[in-house]
Nanobody, 120 residues
Framework: VQLQASGGGLVQAGGSLRLSCAASGSTFSVNAWGWYRQDPGKQRELVASISSRGTTVYADSVKGRFTISRDNAKNTVYLQMNSLKPEDTAVYYC???????????????WGQGTVVTVSS
């Protein structure tokens, strides 16, 4: 299973961006998706996650501004980011945890990262 993230870019403070992350590969099922971000020199931190049942978790710093959603038919997860702040600037990574039906193996994979830059 491979993940392809897109949607990053440069935006002014107060603006919006929508990140997308699509999973591809053999027959599989994604149980949980997550979006993480990382600043240079800092640890990667969880931004938001969504379970197979649609349960969502958000970092306190993004609550009320970011929304995570998933399209199971498209094996895609989205992160709608509104009211962006300069401190949201980071490389954003998507993560998927699930099972490959062909091999019966579980997987935990990461996307390549997409850069979000918020100017003040």
């Amino acid at each position: 299973v491979q993940l392809q993230a897109s949607g990053g870019g440069l935006v002014q403070a107060g603006g919006s961006l929508r990140l997308s992350c699509a999973a591809s590969g053999s027959t599989f099922s994604v149980n949980a998706w997550g979006w993480y971000r990382q600043d240079p020199g800092k640890q990667r931190e969880l931004v938001a996650s969504i379970s197979s049942r649609g349960t969502t978790v958000y970092a306190d710093s993004v609550k009320g501004r970011f929304t995570i959603s998933r399209d199971n038919a498209k094996n895609t997860v989205y992160l709608q980011m509104n009211s962006l702040k300069p401190e949201d600037t980071a490389v954003y990574y998507c993560n998927a945890v699930g099972r490959d039906f062909k091999t019966s193996n579980g997987f935990n994979v990461w996307g390549q990262g997409t850069v979000v830059t918020v100017s003040s």
